[in-house]
């Protein structure tokens, strides 16, 4: 499906929840309401929508997302319904309880988990997740690994939080064959965004090369990630710069909120209501193709996260919270 700017879009997100067994910082505000149970997409309700999506719009890429997903009762049930579709289907969890659903996940056909950890550091962990929680969350990247998984582990750097822990991160690419993507940390409502508090792109590679000599790894064309790999070594890294090098150009990602919402970009402050208007026995394709020719060029149509736009930016920031939009 094109929109008004050629860009073809195959990839969607699902978010089939928007609570979480962790509350960390950078994605869920203190004060976080969550939806009701009858609120959410049912079981169907996700499989209508994303069957229309694949079979009507040609999506070839699913990624499941919450809040976290495994928190869902069902969620395992959506991954192997989704796995009927033609689509290469990810996971993205906090992996806090995987191992309470790996058999289940990898029986179902499940190849692909994207972990988001932000430390190897147990109380930073907990000062930033606001739980406990490390020592769970590594065994399962490592059960995950043994088990044949492609692990992609996210890792939002954060100044004076996390960014000292950046060679660390590297390093796990040389015991695992592990796909380590830096995150540089991005504005969304509630999460304290300050472009100072950005650790940047330019910066991370400066960091790893004062150590690590390193080669640049050719980028799928819809990529929102940039890969390099220290040589020899199994894993690589990765470094998603959507606030000092944003990507937007080559963009083939829609989304869908756990309440049938979708949106047409990780920052955007319009939404379109799918579910209401599927309940209502409706037909919800005018509403998805509204939407993608709805989509701005860059960042939801909001400034360039510069630090002389800061405040501009968070003034026009979509009200929804990272933890509702989903990674
Ligand atoms: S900011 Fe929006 S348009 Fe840009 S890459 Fe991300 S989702 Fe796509």
């Known amino acids: 499906m094109k929109d008004r700017h050629g860009r073809v879009h195959r990839s969607l997100r699902i978010s089939i929840v928007d609570k979480c067994d962790l509350r960390c910082t950078y994605c869920?505000?203190?004060?976080?309401?969550?939806?009701?149970?009858?609120?959410?997409?049912?079981?169907?309700?996700?499989?209508?929508?994303?069957?229309?999506?694949v079979e009507r719009y040609g999506v070839d890429k699913i990624r499941v997302t919450g809040g976290e997903p495994l928190v869902r009762p069902d969620a395992v049930d959506i991954v192997r319904d989704l796995l009927r579709l033609p689509v290469k289907l990810g996971l993205t969890t906090n992996a806090l309880t995987?191992?309470?659903?790996?058999?289940?996940?990898?029986?179902?056909?499940?190849?692909s988990i994207n972990v988001s950890l932000d430390t190897f550091d147990a109380e930073r962990f907990k000062r930033i997740a606001r739980r406990d929680g490390f020592e769970r969350v590594?065994?399962?990247?490592?059960?995950?690994?043994?088990?044949?998984?492609?692990?992609?582990?996210?890792?939002?750097?954060?100044?004076?939080?996390?960014?000292?822990?950046i060679l660390r991160f590297v390093e796990l690419t040389r015991d695992h064959p592990v796909h380590v993507r830096f995150i540089e940390f991005m504005p969304f409502a509630g999460?304290?965004?300050?472009?100072?508090?950005?650790y940047t792109y330019a910066e991370m590679l400066g960091?790893?090369?004062?150590?690590?000599s390193f080669e640049k790894l050719a980028d799928d064309p819809h990529s929102t990630a940039k890969a390099y790999r220290v040589c020899d070594w199994p894993g690589t890294f990765?470094?998603?710069?959507?606030?000092?090098?944003?990507?937007?150009?080559?963009?083939?990602?829609?989304?869908?909120?756990?309440?049938?919402?979708?949106?047409?970009?990780?920052?955007?402050?319009?939404?379109?209501?799918?579910?209401?208007?599927?309940?209502?026995g409706e037909d919800i394709a005018p509403l998805i193709e509204a939407n993608v020719l709805a989509k701005h060029a860059m960042l939801g149509g909001l400034p360039p996260f510069k630090p002389e736009k800061?405040?501009?930016?968070?003034?026009?920031?979509?009200?929804?919270p990272m933890v509702s939009i989903g990674g």
């Open 28 to 53: 869920m505000p203190e004060d976080q309401h969550f939806l009701r149970r009858e609120e959410l997409m049912t079981r169907d309700e996700v499989m209508a929508i994303a069957r229309l999506f």
């Open 98 to 111: 995987l191992d309470k659903h790996l058999d289940a996940l990898v029986g179902a056909g499940l190849k």
């Open 138 to 165: 590594w065994a399962n990247i490592r059960l995950a690994l043994e088990r044949g998984l492609r692990v992609k582990v996210n890792m939002v750097v954060m100044r004076g939080v996390n960014d000292d822990e």
């Open 191 to 198: 999460n304290k965004w300050g472009r100072e508090r950005v």
């Open 207 to 212: 960091h790893i090369g004062s150590v690590h």
């Open 238 to 280: 990765a470094v998603i710069s959507t606030v000092t090098e944003p990507f937007c150009g080559t963009c083939d990602r829609l989304r869908l909120t756990a309440e049938g919402k979708m949106r047409n970009c990780l920052f955007a402050r319009e939404e379109m209501d799918l579910l209401s208007a599927l309940r209502r």
């Open 310 to 320: 800061q405040e501009e930016v968070l003034h026009d920031l979509s009200a929804r």
